[in-house]
């Protein structure tokens, strides 16, 4: 039986080092196409050259100025969001959480809405705190309505509560049509025109999530457990799921006001991981992190393939491949529970 235990847990280690290492290569792939791909296609070595020999050409602009901050702010957006997802699906025990699907990331697009409308305010360190109180607020309205009792009334709750978010920002759009123009392609969800700069303001918000994060995960294992059993492990199962949700508040807020509501990733991405992995938060967190970016910045390539002499904005492409993931997720927990 020693041997037999000793055994699985070998070959359950090398699974989840495969698929890390499998995540750091898919990772890698799709920074590449996310900056050698677009409108102009460029080949690997006009990017090695931008990279490490700039001189000025036209392929190293378009590479430093352009694709090089979108891929970096893809990187950073989708760590966000996937990690996000991952904490929410752990902290409500609900596999249908996702900060987009409940209204949170439109809570915090509403605060920022309304922080440049009424309060003029333009610099992302600064609008990170209206995201992130209009992300907690969305939370708070989404628990106080659904409840934690049932997943399908836990989502109906959300796309209530981003109905309401949604129809507030079209209304600020209709008031104040010239201030609020430049937001129409950030209310959709994408990575054109970012700079690092403002990626650099958001950034201690950013670092400040993952901490929390990485320290929620063994408490995170106690808490799916059963509150009884956490507290028996030494684990705080209200501490843990307060500052899980504050984790999530930033993370939410910070990938909002950095390039507007993105839905499904958080969804997505835990139920992928979780299903080549198991369980445990120590691999579920930091996988789901992983390959977060390679959803959203897989989408953002799609979608400039796809656009033809434009482009279809990430936060689009995400609604579509999301919504089909979405019904495979629906469809799955009404298998189980038959």
């Not at 070959?11 to 677009?38: C, E, K, N, P, Q």
């Not at 694709?67 to 929410?88: D, E, Q």
């Not at 996702?98 to 309060?119: E, Q, R, S």
């Not at 970012?194 to 063994?218: D, E, K, Q, Y």
Request: with cysteine.
């Amino acid at each position: 039986m020693v041997l037999l235990g000793e055994r699985v847990t070998s070959r359950r280690w090398g699974v989840r080092a495969t698929v890390l290492v499998a995540a750091l290569v898919a990772l890698v792939a799709v920074v590449v196409l996310s900056i050698a791909f677009g409108s102009n296609r460029l080949p690997v070595g006009s990017v090695w050259h931008a990279l490490f020999s700039y001189s000025g050409t036209f392929e190293d602009v378009v590479i430093r100025d352009d694709r090089m901050p979108r891929t970096l702010l893809g990187l950073a957006v989708g760590v966000g969001l996937g990690l996000a997802g991952a904490l929410l699906q752990a902290i409500t025990r609900n596999p249908v959480a996702d900060p987009g699907l409940l209204g949170i990331n439109h809570g915090a697009a509403v605060a920022i809405v309304l922080g440049g409308a009424v309060f003029s305010v333009t610099s992302p360190e600064r609008l990170v705190w209206f995201a992130f109180f209009g992300a907690l607020a969305g939370t708070v309205l989404v628990t106080v309505i659904g409840g934690s009792v049932s997943p399908l009334r836990l989502v109906l709750a959300g796309v209530a509560v981003q109905a309401v978010f949604v129809g507030i920002n079209q209304g600020m759009q209709m008031i104040n049509t010239h201030s609020l123009d430049q937001m129409r392609y950030w209310l959709v969800g994408s990575l054109v025109n970012r700079n690092l700069g403002s990626l650099a303001g958001l950034l201690p918000f950013f670092l400040a999530a993952l901490v929390i994060a990485g320290v929620l995960a063994r408490p995170l294992n106690a808490v799916a457990l059963g509150d009884d059993s956490a507290r028996g492990l030494g684990a705080n199962p209200v501490l843990t799921r307060a500052v899980g949700m504050i984790a999530v508040g930033l993370l939410s807020a910070t990938a909002t006001a950095a390039c507007g509501p993105i839905a499904f990733v958080g969804l997505m991405i835990p139920h992928v991981v979780r299903a080549l992995v198991g369980q445990d938060e120590r691999w579920v967190l930091p996988l789901s992190a992983l390959l977060g970016p390679v959803l959203l910045l897989g989408c953002d390539v799609l979608g400039r393939l796809l656009g033809g002499n434009g482009e279809i904005q990430v936060g689009l492409m995400t609604d579509v491949v999301g919504g089909v993931a979405f019904v495979i997720v629906a469809r799955r927990l009404k298998a189980v529970r038959r």
